[in-house]
């Protein structure tokens, strides 16, 4: 991370403000200020946060400020609730009204992730028990076409290609193929274009005019800076978008651009895409978004994915243990095999709040052919091992680098990470606790 | 410095209410008009000077850096004609971002250049646009399709070797791209190949084990012709906001980088973060992207490119 969260600043900013009553105006500008920064620093358009910010302010001065909150925690609360009811409040679904076949068309600028997208919505539309088709309209990207089929070959959704015809006859012929072939939902994967290219826009304006699209959605890679405005606002002039999806929210991008977006079209943000994984498309929640945009950790997706692939409570059971001592090495285990549906461990801890502050938590860094290695050595112990760890000796240890085809070094390695990580884990939980105490935490909740 | 920093912070902020109010009905007018019938040096016109950097996606701490050294330089150089703080603040982007470089050629045998990024920025199409440029100029060019992730990645670059009469060595897909790179370079240095291009997967900078493989794909390289890649160039998407700043620093982990293409500044994005990068870096900045034809790739100029930052639509 470049930009420290805002809420390891605002903690300084809190430092200076202990007055209690109402807001006044000298508190909310200083707190202000830091939200200012931390804006732009997401990316948020530079308009976007001065329009912001004024309206925050009117709303913030004089405010009664609530019991156990200091000030600067209270203009945060107000903060946070104007940026989730600007991004729209809650999470919005997709609802189709005609009847089907529903077409929905993706549009975008070039390089924001339009075909993989495609790939990930049929998925999730199939996975809600409708028929999808996808539709290959980009006939002038090398390859763009075949790139559709591979895609839609890997997630078992049938594609419809006519080669570079015109990309209106082509979505006409879709429409009839779908009706064919029972398919209710058919998805327009669109070539990428700049918003000043009138010549391309129009092809879509006749795309939406020829079939009748229901959904038309724009999709915008999480990296974009200042521009988002200029070209949400142009897409929106041109079609008409009905809404949006966020690429590429994996990196580590705040992601200002939902905002920017959000406040010039005033268009609800639909998905979030959450990596190459077909699975990786998520519906958007603006509460979450704000917390990452202003840098506050991420807290609810974190509970979320956990839940999606482990159920209840072995999710809870899990976490709880994660963060104190009790975590075994068969823990760990399951973990692991937990841990490939729901992402990489560094990416899951970058969410924690907080968990910027604690050392070493960077260098934690995983990977595949590694885990594979540590799976083999953890599955050569016994059980006894794996709850116990501090049993292993020497021989056991050369008994189990055999069992595992590796080298003792590499078993004694495991078990000084682990020993590492249970301490750091352990270190996590004594800070949500200290977090929790404090009435921060729960704010953010 | 931090200090330096919070202070020019505090007064970036508190001004920004007033100090903004003329640009509410958006930047209509090129930044000279701001100094139309204006001469002296407000508080305002630092300001303003900001707020443009800023929108240029030049990041805060950028912005608030050139206009802390404009002020200083104002004071020691007893300048009093706001006229010319638009110059100064030039002369000082152009430092920042240095002189444009040129592709890197090898004097004895083929030049490898590896082409890295974040996903979609470009590099396929940067790949095949450079093979186009340098086939123009009479070298004899091999693609190397190292993208074996995305689908048709391959398929797109062997379209890019037929519009510009290069060959291309691909694998399979989901094939191991350190093992095209080494093939590509072999089957270069045999057919006498001036460049060779190796076009790589798009990548998240923040996932380890691709930017591991990025790593093994360079060593790789180099195994097969000892000093070789020759050069390394991240392309970086104009309309990357700050973003680019944390892409550019853990590429160069993995890879020493050498050069920067900005691809799409067709669009309107003004692609401001890249003067950080190449300050961050201390890589110049070798190509623009100008759109999807074979022909839209150039070399970067600084003043040219510094002048449109100041552009206003």
């Known amino acids: 991370m470049i930009f420290e969260g805002l809420s390891s600043r605002l903690q300084e900013t809190f430092k200076r403000l202990k007055g209690r009553g109402k807001l006044t105006e000298k508190d909310v500008k200083a707190a202000l200020r830091e939200v200012k920064l931390a804006l732009l620093e997401a990316d948020v358009n530079y308009k976007v946060v001065r329009d912001f910010v004024k309206k925050v302010q009117e709303r913030a001065v004089g405010a009664e400020v609530m019991e156990s909150l200091t000030p600067g925690q209270h203009v945060v609360k107000i903060v946070r609730d104007e940026l989730t009811e600007l991004m729209g409040g809650k999470a919005v ?27 990930k919505l049929a998925k999730h539309l199939q996975k809600q028990g409708r028929r999808p088709l996808l539709v290959a309209c980009d006939i002038y990207r090398p390859a ?54 009138t010549e391309l826009m129009a092809e879509l304006q006749a795309i939406k005019e020829a079939v009748k699209v229901e959904y038309t959605v724009l999709v915008v890679d999480a990296m974009t800076g200042q521009d988002a405005v200029t070209v949400a606002e142009e897409f929106d002039q041109a079609l008409n978008i009905d809404g949006v999806i966020l690429t590429k929210l994996d990196g580590d991008a705040r992601g200002g651009a939902a905002l920017s977006v959000r406040a010039v079209t005033g268009k609800p943000i639909l998905f979030g895409g959450f990596g190459e994984k077909t699975e990786a498309l998520e519906v958007f929640h603006p509460d979450r978004m704000a917390s990452r945009i202003l840098g506050m950790g991420d807290v609810l997706t974190l509970i979320e994915k956990a839940e999606a692939n482990l159920d209840q409570q072995r999710a809870e059971e899990m976490g709880k243990r994660i963060l104190t001592a009790e975590f075994t090495l068969e823990d760990f285990l399951e973990y692991m095999a937990q841990m490939r549906k729901m992402g990489p461990l560094d990416e899951i801890l970058q969410m924690l709040p907080g968990a910027n502050k604690i050392r070493g938590l960077k260098n934690i860094k995983v990977d595949e052919k590694q885990l594979k290695r540590i799976e083999a050595i953890i599955q050569s112990m016994t059980l006894e091992e794996r709850r116990r760890p501090e049993i292993i000796d020497g021989s056991r240890r050369r008994r189990i680098a055999a069992g595992a085809g590796v080298k003792v070094q590499d078993v004694n390695k495991l078990l000084k990470q682990f020993n590492e990580s249970k301490k750091l884990m352990k270190q996590l939980g004594l800070l949500e606790k200290k977090a929790k105490k404090s009435g921060f935490f729960s704010l953010f909740k | 410095m931090w200090g330096l920093m919070e202070i020019a912070r505090v007064g970036f902020f508190s001004k920004l209410k007033e100090g903004l109010a003329k640009t509410r009905n958006g930047l209509v007018a090129k930044i000279e ?11 305002e016109l630092y ?94 060019v091999l693609l190397g399709a190292a993208d074996t992730f995305r689908a048709a990645a391959i398929e797109q670059l062997e379209i890019w070797g037929e519009r510009s009469r290069a060959s291309v060595i691909k694998h399979q897909m989901g094939s191991d791209p350190a093992a095209v790179a080494y093939d590509a370079v072999q089957a270069g240095l045999s057919r006498g190949s001036d460049y060779i291009l190796i076009d790589t997967a798009g990548r998240l900078h923040t996932q380890t084990n691709l930017m591991q493989e990025l790593e093994k794909i360079g060593r790789v390289i180099g195994r097969a012709m000892p000093g070789a890649p020759h050069e390394i160039l991240l392309v970086i998407d104009a309309t990357t906001g700050q973003n680019a700043l944390s892409q550019a620093k853990l590429f160069s982990k993995a890879v020493p980088i050498t050069g920067i293409i900005l691809t799409k500044l067709d669009g309107t994005a003004k692609g401001g973060i890249v003067a950080a990068v190449a300050d961050t870096l201390k890589v110049p900045v070798k190509f623009i992207g100008l759109g999807e034809g074979p022909d839209d790739l150039k070399p970067f100029d600084t003043d040219s490119f510094v002048e449109a930052l100041f552009e206003r639509d």
């Open chain 2, 47 to 140: 300001e303003d000077l900001e707020a443009i950097l800023v929108q240029a996606d030049l990041g805060v701490d950028a912005a608030l850096n050139l206009v802390e050294t404009l002020r200083e330089r104002v004071k020691a150089e007893r300048i009093k004609e706001a006229r010319r703080l638009t110059e100064i603040l030039k002369e000082e982007l152009k430092e920042l971002i240095g002189e444009p470089g040129k592709l890197a050629k090898n004097p004895e045998g083929p030049t490898v250049v590896m082409v890295v990024g974040v996903n979609g920025t470009g590099k396929t199409t940067s790949t095949g646009k450079l093979a186009y440029h340098l086939v123009g100029e009479g070298n004899k």
């Open chain 2, 33 to 43: 008009n701001l100094f139309q019938g204006q001469s002296e040096i407000t508080e």
């Open chain 1, 144 to 197: 763009a076409i075949k790139q559709l089929q591979v895609v839609g070959e890997k997630v078992g959704i049938p594609v419809f290609t006519l080669g570079e015809e015109d990309p209106v006859v082509i979505a006409k012929a879709a429409k009839e193929h779908a009706l064919e072939n029972n398919n209710d939902v058919i998805i327009l994967d669109t070539a990428g274009r700049l918003h000043i290219d």
């Open chain 1, 93 to 119: 679904q997709l609802r189709f009204e005609s009847s089907p076949p529903h077409i929905l068309m993706l549009c975008g600028l070039q390089g924001s992730g339009k075909t993989t997208t495609a790939g």
